[in-house]
C-alpha cells in the first residue's frame, strides 16, 4: 500500500554530514513506523533506528545513537535520516522501510521481518 524512494546519498568526508531523505507514496504513511537500515559491502543488513506511526518516539542502534536523526513530516509523505559526525564505517547503502501498527513493536523494530515495505536503497560513502 506504499512505495517508498530513498535519496541524499553521496560522497562526503569523515566528520561531515548527509541528509537522506525517503518519499512514501499513498494516503496511509502517517500510520507505518518507519524505519532505516543499511548495508554494507560483504555485510548482512543491520538496522539504523526506527520513527513511530504515533507518537514520533525513535530509537537507535548504538552504533549511530547522538550522531543520526530520524524524523518524519507527514505532510509531506517523507521521512528524514539526519546523520552527522560520519566516520567511514557508516559507508553503505541505506534503506527506509514501512512497518504496520503492532502491539509487539517495541520488541521487533530491530528486525527485517517487521517492515512490509522497503525503498530500493541510496547510497552512502564516506571518505577518510
Known amino acids: 500500500q506504499v512505495q517508498l524512494v530513498e535519496s541524499g546519498g553521496g560522497l562526503v568526508q569523515a566528520g561531515g554530514s548527509l541528509r537522506l531523505s525517503c518519499a512514501a507514496s499513498?494516503?496511509?504513511?502517517?500510520?507505518?513506523?518507519m524505519g532505516w537500515f543499511r548495508q554494507a559491502p560483504g555485510k548482512e543488513r543491520e538496522f539504523v533506528g526506527t520513527i513511530t506511526w504515533n507518537s514520533g518516539n525513535t530509537f537507535y542502534a548504538d552504533s549511530v545513537k547522538g550522531r543520526f536523526t530520524i524524523s518524519r513530516d507527514n505532510n509531506k509523505n517523507t521521512v528524514y535520516l539526519q546523520m552527522s559526525s560520519l566516520k567511514t564505517e557508516d559507508t553503505a547503502v541505506y534503506y527506509c522501510a514501512a512497518g504496520g501498527r503492532d502491539p509487539l513493536f517495541v520488541l521487533r523494530y530491530k528486525a527485517i521481518s517487521t517492515y512490509a515495505y522497503w525503498g530500493q536503497g541510496t547510497q552512502a560513502t564516506v571518505s577518510s
Open positions: 499513498g494516503r496511509t504513511f502517517s500510520t507505518y513506523a
